[in-house]
């Protein structure tokens, strides 16, 4: 069975940085695509930004584009999500999640497993 466990949430002011990880274990990571969504209280989850299993397609949110930058270690079994700039908006709980069904999706609905998600707060 899959795990994904988040790290590397906080408060930060606006204008700070923050590098987000998520431990994969329990099958084949370079098998995965990887994504990261976010919750902000009272919303539905959003897509933030994806990651093929080798790399080569990446995917972003017009909201985080040029500011937010997902990357993967296939070798530790690692995806991070690197986010610059940061704004009150982005202020929600961050999740993680693996599928083996696409390359790659926006859609929360294709995505078989998630992490318990790690909380990011971002101070005007």
């Known amino acids: 069975q899959v795990q994904l466990v988040e790290s590397g949430g906080g408060l930060v002011q606006a204008g700070d940085s923050l590098r987000l990880s998520c431990a994969f274990s329990g099958r084949t990571f370079s098998s995965y695509a990887m994504t990261w969504f976010r919750q902000a209280p009272g919303k539905e989850r959003e897509f933030v930004a994806a990651?093929?299993?080798?790399?080569?397609?990446?995917s972003y949110a017009g909201s985080v584009k040029g500011r937010f930058t997902i990357s993967r270690d296939n070798a530790q079994n690692t995806v991070a999500l690197e986010m610059n700039s940061l704004e009150p908006e982005d202020t929600a709980v961050y999740y993680c999640?693996?599928?083996?069904?696409?390359?790659?999706?926006?859609?929360?609905?294709?995505?078989?497993?998630w992490g318990q998600g790690t909380q990011v707060t971002v101070s005007a």
């Open positions: 990651i093929s299993w080798n790399t080569k397609m990446t």
């Open positions: 999640a693996a599928t083996q069904r696409t390359t790659r999706s926006r859609d929360p609905d294709v995505y078989d497993y």
